[in-house]
C-alpha cells in the first residue's frame, strides 16, 4: 500500500516540477522578447547606430563603447 502513495507523492512532484518549469520558460521568453525589440541607438560620438541592449547610456546619452563613454565624459567636463 505504501508504493502507492510514493507513487502519488513523485507524480505531484513531477507536476510541480513542470508547472515551475513552464513559468520560468515564460518568463525568460519575455525577458528575450524585451532585449530583442530591434531598437537601435545612435552613438553621440561617432554616430554608429548599436541595438539599445549593447549601447552604454550615460546622463542620456548613448555610447557605442566604453571609449566612446570616456570620451564623452571628456569633452562634457
Ligand atoms: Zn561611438
Redesign the pocket.
Known sequence: MGIIKVLLFTLLAVGVFLVFKKIRKVSDDKVVAKSFGNKMLG?C????HIPEREAIMHRDKV???EA?LKQGLGEGE
Not at 560620438?45 to 554608429?48: D, F, G, L, V
Request: proline share 0%; hydrophobic share 10%; aromatic share 12%.
Open positions: 552613438c560620438i561617432c554616430e554608429t555610447y557605442c563603447s566612446h
